[in-house]
């Protein structure tokens, strides 16, 4: 089964400044999807960003980017120019590419990220 | 708005009670997730649809829980003989194809008294 830990239970951030979250994983797959997505206080969980094991070059959506290190099987968050609106929980997610039974997302225990002034 | 809709979003009871939450999902999704989220955790995966399908059930799912969705449209989930246990928060989530992503709803919450 596969596992994925998030070492960090908090973070703090200075606005405008920039910050890593880590998140490893354990799997006997080769080929798998990982997720980071971001829970703000009383709301939906929405996707930050995805990477596709097969690819070698690390996602990045606009101030959002990741370290994906397959061999380590690390897969670090970093936040560039961090806003107040960044502040909430991250969770970083493991899902395997076989349609079906396999579809499901596997979760680690998150990292709460303050961002203060 | 159409994204995930969860009903209620909190429901108290008191233990022995039972108790349903609704999901709807967006709405060409096929694929529908249930996932529970205790403080301080992730979300685990409690079971899934493929249309009216249910494919897969967690260990997590004892047999209190149950879980439908008729038609293929909404999903309810159903706990049983509610015990004090069962208090977190129940997420679902939709999504088009197995490799796209995941939309969440906002979660009920329950608390059991």
């Known amino acids: ?117 | 708005d159409t994204g995930v809709s969860q009903n209620p979003r909190h429901k108290i009871t008191k233990r022995g009670q039972n108790v349903t939450f609704r999901c709807d999902p967006i709405s060409e999704h096929n694929r529908l997730y249930w996932y529970r989220q205790t403080l301080g955790q992730g979300p685990e995966f409690l079971t899934y649809f493929q249309n009216e399908a249910q494919l897969e059930k967690s260990r997590l799912l004892s047999d209190r829980f149950s879980a439908e969705r008729p038609k293929g449209s909404f999903s309810t989930l159903e706990i049983q003989r509610t015990e004090q246990g069962d208090s977190a928060m129940y997420l679902c989530a939709s999504s088009l194809k197995a490799n796209t992503e995941a939309f969440f709803g906002q979660g009920t919450r329950l608390t059991v008294v």
Do not use: H
Not at chain 1, 7 to 12: A, C, D, G, L, V
Not at chain 1, 16 to 41: G, H, I, M, N, R
């Open chain 1, 1 to 117: 089964a596969q596992t994925v830990t998030q070492s960090q239970p908090e973070m703090s951030v200075q606005e405008a400044e920039t910050v890593t979250l880590s998140c490893t994983y354990d799997t006997s797959e080769s080929d798998y999807y990982l997720f980071w997505y971001k829970q703000p206080p009383s709301r939906q969980m929405i996707l930050v960003i995805r990477q596709e094991a097969y690819k070698q070059q690390n996602a990045t959506e606009n101030r959002f980017s990741v370290n994906f290190q397959k061999a380590a099987k690390s897969f670090s968050l970093k936040i560039s120019d961090s806003q107040l609106g960044d502040a909430a929980m991250y969770f970083c997610a493991y899902r395997s590419p076989v349609t079906g039974t396999a579809s499901k997302l596997t979760f680690g225990t998150g990292t709460r990220l303050q961002v203060t002034l």
